[in-house]
């Protein structure tokens, strides 16, 4: 028959390894929260400024495209000034679509004013359409 001394000894022996091992399921836990943290409140901003910076990007483009169709219509070249023009709404319409940024969809009209006058060989209104749209393409850049 086991002694009560050795029962005793088994009994706070498993009694410790429990508690140990209840310990370390705490500190995995911790780790887990401590890592969910980081990912909701580090990581999901950065993430989320990618979509910007992409939005940003069409943006830019749309900007450069617009200028250098007013360069072209402040010249009287309207076909060119429509050429540009539409890689210009190009680019807004895919900011657009990502951004949902008003600005742009007020800078996608007068982009399609300028288009519309261009075509009909008015580059003088055409210019001042497309040259009021860079403003409002370049908001929230």
Same mark, same amino acid.
């Given at each position: 028959m086991l002694r009560k001394t050795t029962i005793h000894t088994t009994y706070r022996h498993l009694t410790h390894t429990l508690q140990r091992e =209840?310990?370390?399921? #705490? /500190?995995m836990v911790r780790k887990a929260i401590v890592a969910g943290f980081i990912v909701a409140f580090v990581l999901a901003p950065v993430m989320g400024n990618v979509a910007v910076a992409a $939005? #940003? &990007?069409?943006? +830019? =483009? +749309? /900007?450069e495209h617009a200028k250098e169709a007013v360069d072209h219509g402040k010249q009287g070249h309207a076909d060119a000034l429509v050429k540009h023009a539409e890689g210009a709404l190009k680019h807004a319409e895919a900011a657009m679509a990502e951004t949902k940024n008003p600005h742009v969809g007020e $800078? @996608? &009209? %007068?982009? &399609? *004013? $300028? @288009?519309?006058? %261009?075509?009909? %060989?008015? +580059? *003088? /209104?055409?210019? &001042?359409?497309v040259e009021g749209a860079i403003p409002h393409l370049s908001e929230g850049m």
């Open positions: =209840e310990f370390m399921y #705490n /500190v $939005g #940003n &990007k069409h943006q +830019a =483009e +749309a /900007v $800078g @996608i &009209k %007068g982009l &399609k *004013d $300028g @288009i519309e006058h %261009g075509k009909a %060989g008015h +580059a *003088d /209104v055409a210019t &001042k359409a």
